[in-house]
């Protein structure tokens, strides 16, 4: 059996054919998958999403491509993944490759997961792009190795 542990199902080309999605899951042995959030106005959508389906699984979080979305914050995250079908938090991180300084509020909403993933010890989705040596100096500031998780981008060596 194999695990999507990255997905978007939520995203409008792909939900439209939410059966075949699952169908072809399931000829591939594709027991579960994980959807991840990119952005806050669509947890709700997310977890009703993947509510019907024992083998969906979502989590929560503001990835670090949208600069204009509403921030979250440490308890927004824990009350939203305070449902047994949020299984991370993420995805997170930081991603300087199209954009310049300042990356502030990059830094600050990571850190702000973080936080959030340590309270409620659920896993980091952790996306970084261009932002190795912040993204780990963060992550250990931070105690990120305490609740653990996954990198689903990282660029470097």
């Known amino acids: 059996m194999f695990v999507d542990s990255h997905c978007h199902l ?6 439209q ?11 591939n ?3 579960h998958a994980l959807v991840v959030a990119v ?8 977890r009703e999403l993947v509510a019907p389906h ?5 989590s929560v979080g503001v990835h670090p491509d949208y600069e204009d979305t509403e921030e979250p914050t440490v308890d927004d ?3 939203a993944a305070d449902d047994p079908k949020v299984v991370a938090i993420g995805e997170t991180g930081l991603d300087y490759y199209r954009g310049s300084e300042p990356f502030d509020w990059q ?7 973080i936080r959030a993933s340590r309270a409620c010890g659920l896993p980091l989705i952790i996306h970084t792009r261009s ?6 100096r963060i992550m250990a500031e931070e105690g990120a190795q305490e609740p653990g998780g996954v990198m689903h981008c990282f660029t470097e060596s």
Request: charge should be negative; charged fraction near 35%; aromatic fraction near 8%.
């Open 10 to 15: 939520d995203f409008p080309e792909l939900a």
């Open 17 to 27: 054919d939410l059966p075949g999605i699952l169908e072809s899951m399931s000829e």
């Open 29 to 31: 042995r594709v027991g």
């Open 39 to 46: 952005s806050k106005p669509e947890w709700a959508r997310i």
């Open 54 to 58: 024992d083998n969906l699984y979502a």
């Open 77 to 79: 995250l824990l009350a």
């Open 107 to 113: 830094r600050e909403r990571f850190r702000v997961h």
């Open 131 to 136: 932002a190795a040596e912040d993204t780990l």
